[in-house]
């Protein structure tokens, strides 16, 4: 299975912006057919929906994070993007990405899960 690579992780003041990117290893795989999802796991939690993106280009966010962060794909560039601004501390987690599809409308990860690229955001 393809396994997407997150970077663009780090530590942030609160307040602060970051942008987070996804992209294929290798170039077999093309991210523009799939519905790309960024996810997150906090410390002691469960890993959760943060936003995703169809391949339509059709959006939807987290609750938690609705006006603060945009997910945006560049398929020229095979590469989906996680701008996150007005960062809380609240939103320290390792972030993830993955291809998959919609069940009842919720995105599912397909792929095999990478590493994830860590956000810090102190208060």
């Known amino acids: 299975q393809v396994q997407l690579v997150e970077s663009g992780g780090g530590l942030v003041q609160a307040g602060g912006s970051l942008r987070l990117s996804c992209a294929a290893s290798?170039?077999?795989?093309?991210?523009?057919?799939?519905?790309i999802g960024w996810y997150r796991r906090a410390p002691g939690k469960q890993r959760e929906l943060v936003a995703d993106i169809s391949s339509g280009g059709t959006s939807n966010y987290a609750d938690s994070v609705k006006g603060r962060f945009t997910i945006s794909r560049d398929n020229a560039k095979n590469t989906v993007y996680l701008q996150m601004n007005s960062l809380k501390p609240e939103d320290t987690a390792v972030y993830y990405c993955?291809?998959?599809?919609?069940?009842?409308?919720?995105?599912?990860?397909?792929?095999?899960w990478g590493q994830g690229t860590q956000v810090t955001v102190s208060s």
């Open positions: 993955n291809y998959g599809y919609y069940r009842r409308s919720v995105h599912v990860g397909s792929g095999d």
């Open positions: 290798g170039n077999t795989f093309s991210i523009s057919f799939y519905a």
